[in-house]
């Protein structure tokens, strides 16, 4: 009997193992708007899901980094659905206070943008699997508004 148990949790392992999972991308990181308290960037995500019925999204975590350390984090409950067989674009917004951007003068200072190491968790629910997170990386440069964007 123990037989037959073991040989139905291995058939089952390697069916979940081979199945297909959304895969997801960051496309771009933009300037998105300028406020008297912060700088906010939008971060384009494509996600494509196989399956032919829509999958919830449980929430978006962030976390932008530069120069090692964080500068912004967060996380988005409920963000809404992937289109089923389709490739959904998300906007993460990232808000930046100016206070942070202050204490990064150094690198700002060279070439007025800042090199960030962007980190995405995509958690999505999954029938019958459960929630899974699908985590996300992308290194670049944000450039800083000038007085022409902002005016």
Not at 114 to 127: A, F, K, Q, S, V
């Amino acid at each position: 009997m123990s037989n037959l148990v073991d040989k139905a949790k291995n058939f089952v392992a390697e069916k979940v193992a081979n199945m297909p999972k959304p895969e997801a991308t960051v496309t771009d990181v933009d300037l998105k708007d300028v406020t008297r308290e912060c700088i906010e960037y939008g971060a384009k995500v494509s996600v494509s899901n196989p399956y032919s019925c829509p999958l919830p999204i449980c929430e978006i975590s962030c976390n932008l980094k530069s120069a090692g350390r964080a500068i912004a984090s967060g996380t988005i409950p409920d963000p809404g659905s992937l289109k089923a067989s389709d490739t959904t674009m998300l906007d993460v917004p990232v808000k930046v206070p100016y206070s942070i951007l202050i204490s990064l003068a150094r690198d700002i200072g060279a070439d007025w943008d800042i090199d960030y190491e962007l980190e995405l968790g995509l958690t999505i629910d999954l029938p019958l699997i459960g929630d899974i997170t699908i985590p996300l990386s992308q290194k670049g440069e944000i450039k800083l508004p000038t007085l022409r964007d902002i005016f």
